[in-house]
């Protein structure tokens, strides 16, 4: 069997750009929920779209279960058998540099999600019902950054295989869309605020430039030992 051979890598200066630019917002985000400046807008955007005395989202039923099969994509049981599985093809198809840059991006993200939730220690929003069961602290949202870690870090890896640019962007462009949908179902579902959803996913996509801009030598040099 011939095994594909890389046809990109990522530049690490634009990825640099690219996460700076997301942790400048994400810091933002975070300065104006610490201030309180972000109340009003959290509770305009919970309260979007709903309707009723018991303040439930628009919609048929069927709307609330596939915008809970969404968010599902986003949970840590799904989301880490992709990574798992996508680390698993990398190593298959001899990509080690790839497999241990996936694996070190997403571990270490997930830990850093944690540290921020605990400094933060923000409760989740009781302005609106919970639709799906959650718990922990609600800054920054979970799900929104550590999708955006795991979608985005799998799209940088498989769009090593494409020399085509239209390809590489498909698919990433295809993980960004995914992770914000993801992120917008948590809102949808009351359990977090916009301003937690939108730090989440700016710094998870952050994140996960950042890795490909300062972890791929490593990683490399890992992979070579």
Request: glycine residues 10%; hydrophobic residues 55%.
């Amino acid at each position: 069997m011939t095994l594909p051979a890389r046809g990109w890598s990522i530049d690490r200066r634009k990825a640099l750009v690219v996460a700076i630019l997301c942790l400048i917002g994400f810091a933002a985000m975070v300065w104006l929920v610490e201030s309180g400046r972000s109340d009003a807008f959290d509770r305009i955007g919970l309260l979007f779209w709903r309707e009723g005395a018991g303040l439930v989202p628009k919609g048929p039923p069927k709307l609330l279960e596939a915008v809970r099969d969404v968010t599902a994509l986003g949970g840590i049981l799904l989301r880490n058998l992709f990574a798992l599985g996508a680390v698993a093809a990398l190593l298959f198809l001899r990509l080690r540099r790839e497999a241990i840059l996936l694996a070190a991006t997403v571990a270490l993200g997930w830990a850093v999600d944690g540290g921020i939730k605990a400094l933060v220690g923000r409760p989740r929003p009781e302005i609106v019902p919970h639709l799906t069961e959650a718990a922990g602290a609600s800054f920054p949202s979970g799900h929104s950054f550590n999708s955006a870690v795991v979608y985005i870090a799998i799209a940088l890896a498989f769009a090593t295989l494409s020399a085509r640019q239209t390809v590489r962007f498909t698919i990433i462009g295809t993980a960004i869309a995914l992770s914000l949908v993801i992120a917008w179902s948590r809102v949808w579902l009351g359990v977090h605020f916009p301003s937690d959803v939108i730090a989440g996913w700016l710094g998870g996509a952050g994140w996960a430039f950042l890795s490909a801009a300062v972890l791929a030598r490593p990683a490399q040099i890992a992979a070579d030992s």
